[in-house]
């Protein structure tokens, strides 16, 4: 958590993960299908229901999504049509003696989070690829081995400790914005430089002899913060240091926070803006049916069916523009009643935690290999204990969707 407060940006890799998801979409291998969970090579079905082609196509146009009274409805609809489908404990694919969730190609790894392919024996990584004996890290990795505590680096790079948006950095410690260099120490924003310490230049030999020195100053003088936390070295960054508050990085979107817990922890937080907006339309006001929006909605300032009064960040109000409203209409989807904030924060409480918790196979099915006796595997699942899914492990789940 500490990491991702140095962290605002919404998402990492986002050319691999499209990579990732075509592949999925390739195994899946679905076609004129609605609302289906846990099926493969299949066409013409809703709600996992086998319908032939001309059942499907007169039965899809009972489901007009441009209406929100009926999206909303649909929505509810699936929502209950889920807890009834098995879960995969965890999607790990392709790999050996993983722990974590949304892994492939992967091995000798515990509590590994959105990795895309060859982490080895590596430790708390999350969003990460291409990557050996590594520890602690978010963003991190491509091609790199060694590294520590760090927030997006990695890129050709070995043994970089302690670092935010460092790249093909080889022996770097507390270093921030350093790129192609090596044998640095608390350095900002150098080009392939070698031997520095705070930024100025020293020889090879000044600075093996300093950097040593300067280590033992850490760990006698250690910086403790308002909290009492006391950080010798080896710890990352203080967060008092963080430029960021808590609840507008990205820390807050995998962990969310209060700002009375968030103010326990010693984190800042950013209060919210004073808004003075002049609605031009109440959601309540909205026409039902996209088919009965007119143009002259471009530009107008909607309320936000929040109003304010939830904690995903709300800016209160949002307009549709031109492109969206076409976009809505051409596709038959009805318009929105949440604010982009809101929306990106209603879409996020569908992601599993980046925790996991020890948990057994909850299916009893007699077919399966475990014969009359309910299923007594045990694993680690980011499925946390007590929620109303069921959660299969990995040759229940395969006997049930393949």
């Known amino acids: 958590m500490r990491r991702m407060l140095w962290r605002n940006e919404r998402s990492l890799y986002h050319h691999t993960c499209a990579l990732s998801g075509k592949k999925i979409l390739s195994i899946l291998n679905l076609q004129n299908c609605l609302g289906c969970v846990n099926l493969r090579h299949k066409t013409h079905c809703i709600l996992n229901r086998q319908y032939t082609k001309e059942g499907y196509n007169k039965k899809i146009k009972e489901y007009d999504f441009g209406s929100y009274k009926f999206l909303q409805s649909f929505k509810d609809e699936y929502k209950k049509f889920l807890l009834k489908q098995p879960r995969r404990f965890a999607s790990i694919l392709k790999s050996v003696s993983v722990t974590g969730d949304n892994v492939i190609h992967s091995k000798n790894s515990k509590m590994i989070f959105d990795a895309y392919g060859d982490v080895e024996d590596s430790k708390y990584l999350t969003h990460t690829l291409t990557i050996k004996n590594s520890y602690d890290g978010y963003g991190i990795g491509y091609n790199a081995e060694l590294l520590y505590e760090g927030v997006d680096f990695g890129l050709d790079a070995a043994r970089n400790f302690f670092g935010i948006f460092n790249h093909r950095g080889l022996d770097t410690q507390y270093t921030y914005m350093c790129y192609s260099s090596k044998n640095l120490f608390g350095c900002v924003g150098l080009r392939s430089k070698q031997y520095c310490i705070l930024n100025k230049q020293y020889t090879k030999g000044e600075y093996e002899k300093l950097v040593p020195q300067i280590i033992a100053q850490m760990n006698d003088m250690p910086y403790v913060d308002k909290k009492g936390r006391v950080y010798k070295y080896g710890e990352f960054f203080p967060t008092e240091f963080s430029p960021f508050y808590y609840n507008e990085?990205?820390?807050?979107?995998?962990?969310?926070?209060?700002?009375?817990?968030?103010?326990?922890?010693?984190?800042?937080?950013?209060?919210?803006?004073?808004?003075?907006?002049?609605?031009?339309?109440?959601?309540?006001?909205?026409?039902?049916?996209?088919k009965n929006v007119e143009e002259s909605i471009v530009g107008k300032v909607i309320e936000c069916i929040h109003k304010g009064g939830c904690e995903e960040q709300c800016i209160e109000a949002f307009k549709i523009t031109s492109d969206e409203l076409q976009f809505y209409k051409r596709n038959?989807?009805?318009?929105?009643?949440?604010?982009?904030?809101?929306?990106?924060?209603?879409?996020?409480?569908k992601r599993n935690p980046l925790?996991?918790?020890?948990?057994?196979?909850?299916?009893?099915?007699?077919?399966?290999?475990?014969?009359?006796?309910?299923?007594?595997?045990?694993?680690?699942?980011?499925?946390?204990?007590g929620r109303p899914e069921i959660v299969y492990c990995e040759k229940c789940y395969q006997a049930e969707v393949y």
């Not at 007699?366 to 946390?384: D, I, L, R, W």
């Open 355 to 385: 925790k996991l918790w020890h948990r057994g196979c909850m299916c009893g099915k007699q077919n399966h290999f475990h014969g009359k006796e309910k299923c007594k595997v045990k694993f680690e699942t980011s499925y946390a204990s």
């Open 249 to 290: 990085t990205i820390a807050q979107e995998y962990y969310p926070l209060t700002e009375k817990r968030a103010s326990d922890f010693g984190f800042k937080w950013k209060n919210k803006d004073k808004r003075d907006y002049q609605i031009d339309i109440s959601t309540e006001n909205l026409p039902d049916h996209i």
């Open 332 to 349: 038959n989807i009805a318009l929105p009643r949440l604010c982009p904030n809101c929306r990106h924060f209603q879409r996020l409480k």
